[in-house]
């Protein structure tokens, strides 16, 4: 079994040739990927069927969105043990000059104390600035 294979085993995800194309793409990469840049960059694929994988994907926590306020929304890999639940997120950061998310694991959100009867289903905080490679 590869390495592609077996990430997507431990997800409960069956490897099919554009799942292990997508996963092998998300793998090379540091930074969330705009749905766009996938279908540029695998532009042989059907573009139902990718969209299709980046959520079967999303909903066995393999890869999770972003919204970062540029309009579209991005998707990155998930950590290693990952559950997506609110307690497992973290910060994001969205360069201003290249436009460019990425995810900073390092922290999670710190937890809220909500009223009662509130459940958290979802946190998403991104800091907006200039990353490494722009500054």
Avoid: W
């Avoid at 996938?38 to 393999?62: H, I, M, P």
Wanted: glycine content about 6%; some cysteine.
């Amino acid at each position: 079994m590869t390495v592609l294979e077996e990430k997507l085993d431990n997800r409960n995800i069956r490897p099919t040739a554009m799942r292990l194309l997508v996963l092998n793409y998300f793998m090379q990469h540091d930074k969330a990927i705009p749905l766009r840049e996938l279908e540029d960059q695998l532009e042989t694929a059907d573009k139902s069927t990718l969209y299709r994988t980046l959520k079967t994907f999303e909903g066995n926590g393999l890869v999770h969105s972003i919204d970062d306020g540029s309009g579209m929304t991005k998707y990155a890999l998930c950590m290693e043990g990952c559950t997506c639940s609110p307690k497992d997120q973290h910060y994001h950061f969205h360069c201003t000059s290249c436009g460019e998310t990425y995810c900073l694991t390092s922290r999670n959100l710190p937890v809220i104390d909500l009223p009662k009867n509130f459940k958290l289903q979802q946190a998403n905080l991104v800091l907006k600035g200039i990353c490494s490679h722009c500054n």
